[in-house]
């Protein structure tokens, strides 16, 4: 079952949180709080984080969450 959009987002903004300002976190941290099943969950994880007040990058640039290929980060803007 997927977890929902408020558990995912609970998840990411403690990651966030626990982190502080200026460091980041995988999505994929996220997904295994969540499920050890957790793959599955990536897009749903990206979908949420692009809702909340994070910033993805990907390299130090600033992308889109759901739509940037590859590895990203989360993390709180600075």
Do not use: Y
Not at 33 to 58: K, Y
């Amino acid at each position: 079952m997927t977890p929902s959009d408020n558990a995912i987002a609970d998840v990411l903004l403690d990651l966030a949180h626990q982190r502080g300002v200026g460091k980041t976190f995988c999505p994929s941290e996220a997904a295994r709080r969540l499920s050890d099943d957790w793959r599955p969950l990536m897009p749903e994880v990206r979908r949420v984080a692009a809702q909340l007040e994070l910033v993805a990058t990907q390299k130090s640039v600033t992308v889109d969450p759901v739509t940037a290929k590859g590895p990203i980060r989360l993390g709180l803007p600075g």
